[in-house]
């Protein structure tokens, strides 16, 4: 009896262990199209002074409300927004990408102080992610995800709609995962902060 419940327990502890992965996987790819974007608008040049003009063209099927705040404060301020815009979704690549290698390779080295910061980082990338997701696709004057496109030849989903629900999920878990560090730190005191051989590994590990 005792044998079977242990190896239910190895199975559930195996399963969350690959749920954890895959999930650092989806922040990873999240990270590079983050990383990509940001890299492009920078390299390819023209973002920041083109922004006011592209945004006056494709806002005309936002909400009222939301072109009233573009024609009063973003287009205005068009290459100051551009910017801005470049250097958060760099920033928001950077920390997804570089949380990701750390949680993968090098989980069970970090202190739990670094290992808190690395799920923070996600944390507010994830929210960033999800607030540039959210006035891009308010921006273009796509369609809702509860609606169906009008022409067959659109997408069903457009990715502005789509990933702030992944990038929602990411910090969900990701918080959770830092009351769970917090937890082990209260539970492990007065031990050192660096894990020993004794000590219980991430369920990355």
Do not use: C
């Not at 969350?16 to 790819?29: P, S, Y």
């Not at 205005?76 to 950077?94: D, Q, Y």
């Amino acid at each position: 009896m005792q044998s079977t419940t242990y190896t239910r327990d190895q199975r559930a502890d195996q399963a969350a262990r690959l749920a954890l992965k895959g999930f650092i996987v989806v922040g990873a790819f999240i990270g590079y199209e983050w990383f990509m974007s940001g890299l492009t608008k920078i390299v390819r040049g023209g973002f920041p002074s083109g922004l006011a003009g592209e945004l006056r063209e494709k806002s005309e099927g936002t909400v009222g409300w939301y072109k009233s705040f573009l024609d009063g404060s973003v287009i205005p301020n068009g290459r100051t927004f551009g910017v801005l815009i470049e250097v958060s979704e760099l920033a928001i690549g950077i920390a997804l990408i570089g949380a990701a290698v750390l949680l993968l390779w090098r989980w069970q080295h970090l202190s739990y102080r670094v290992e808190t910061i690395v799920l923070a980082a996600v944390a507010a990338a994830s929210l960033g992610a999800i607030l540039m997701n959210v006035n891009f696709h308010l921006a273009n004057g796509s369609a809702h995800p509860w609606l169906v496109p009008k022409d067959g030849f659109d997408e069903g989903v457009d990715m502005d709609s789509l990933l702030p629900l992944i990038e929602l999920a990411m910090l969900v878990v990701s918080t959770k995962l830092i009351f769970m560090v917090r937890r082990h730190v209260r539970a492990d005191q007065p031990a050192p902060e660096t894990r020993g051989p004794g000590r219980p590994a991430s369920i990355a590990g």
